[in-house]
Structure formats: C-alpha cells, structure tokens
Nanobody, 125 residues
C-alpha cells in the first residue's frame, strides 16, 4: 500500500487547512488510518485515527475540537480538516495505515505498517 499525503502549506494562526491521504489500493474494512506529526526537534506524535469500516475516530488532546478526520471509501482517501490552527501545529504531517481486526484504535505509531511521505504544515503568528 502506498500513501500520498497532500494539502499542507503556509497559513496564519486561526486559519484552516485540509490534508488528504490517498491510498494506492482499496483500503480494507479491517484497516485503520492515522495521522501523526513531527515538529522540528521533537518526536513524532499521534494526531488522529479513523477506523475504515465504521468511521470511528480518536484525537489527541492537543487537537481535539479543532481537527476532524474523515474518510471517503470510494476514493480510498482520508482527510484531516484542521481549523483554528496554532503555531504549535507546525510540523510535518504523516498518514499511516495499520491493520485492526477488532476495530481497535491505535495511537502507537509502531502499530502502523504503511506510511506516507509527509506534508509540511507551517502556521505563522
């Protein structure tokens, strides 16, 4: 599975962006797709995850209420709508796919098998 992340850019604080993650093949119902981010000098951290079959989501506390993750099964694409962006949201954002037979949601990056190349999000004040 190849993942293509896109939609990053340079925005001002308070603005919105929508990231996309397109999978090269049909994302199966047992998969979960997650977004992670890595800021300069920091470790990669969990942002959000969605179960492909039911659309159940989970968000990190730092983005809860501002970011919304969704998926379009017909397009094999997941989205991350980011509103009210803050400077601390500046990072390279990665999407990833993992396998979850029981609809378990993963926040641990080690549970994800396939990764996209990342897209840069820069938020200026």
């Amino acid at each position: 599975v190849q993942l293509q992340a896109s939609g990053g850019g340079l925005v001002q604080a308070g603005d919105s962006l929508r990231l996309s993650c397109a999978a090269s093949e049909r994302t199966l119902s047992r998969n979960v797709m997650g977004w992670f981010r890595q800021a300069p000098g920091k470790e990669r951290e969990f942002v959000s995850v969605i179960t492909w079959s039911s659309g159940r989501t989970l968000y990190s506390d730092s983005v809860k209420g501002r970011f919304t993750m969704s998926r379009d099964s017909a397009k094999n694409t997941a989205y991350l709508q980011m509103n009210s962006l803050k400077r601390e949201d500046t990072a390279v954002y990665y999407c990833a796919v993992g396998v979850s037979w029981s609809e378990e949601i993963y926040t641990d990056e080690n549970r994800y098998l396939y990764w996209g190349q990342g897209t840069q999000v820069t938020v200026s004040s």
